[in-house]
């Protein structure tokens, strides 16, 4: 059974640092469309970045851009989030996603297009 599996998560100083990871297990997801998607307590889930398979093409969130940075290594089955200069705003439950439409030219930041999900991992950032 595939799924998707994130760990990284934690508690941080607002100015911190962490590295999210999301691991793949059960097929192969090198050539879908990765993201991260975040909820934070009262909120809708909401998009934050995203990379497709060729790792050619990221896209960000506005408040994310320049903080954080999506990758992935195919040969590993895994997708990460790099976190810098978190803020207390940034303080949610991450979740990565994968998304198999191979027929779109970008990868999608609508959470109705993903089709796998994983648990999600805690992030919180004290100011």
């Known amino acids: 059974q595939a799924q998707l599996e994130e760990s990284g998560g934690g508690l941080v100083q607002a100015g911190g640092s962490l590295r999210l990871s999301c691991a793949a297990s059960g097929r192969s997801f090198s050539r879908y469309a990765m993201a991260w998607f975040r909820q934070a307590p009262g909120k809708e889930r909401e998009f934050v970045a995203a990379i497709n398979w060729r790792t050619d093409y990221t896209d960000y969130i506005r408040s994310v851009k320049g903080r954080f940075t999506i990758s992935r290594d195919n040969a590993k089955n895994t997708v990460y989030l790099q976190m810098n200069s978190l803020e207390p705003e940034d303080t949610a439950v991450y979740f990565c996603?994968?998304?198999?439409?191979?027929?779109?030219?970008?990868?999608?930041?609508?959470?109705?297009?993903?089709?796998?999900w994983g648990k999600g991992t805690l992030v919180t950032v004290s100011s």
């Open positions: 996603a994968a998304d198999t439409d191979g027929m779109r030219s970008y990868p999608s930041r609508d959470a109705s297009d993903m089709d796998y």
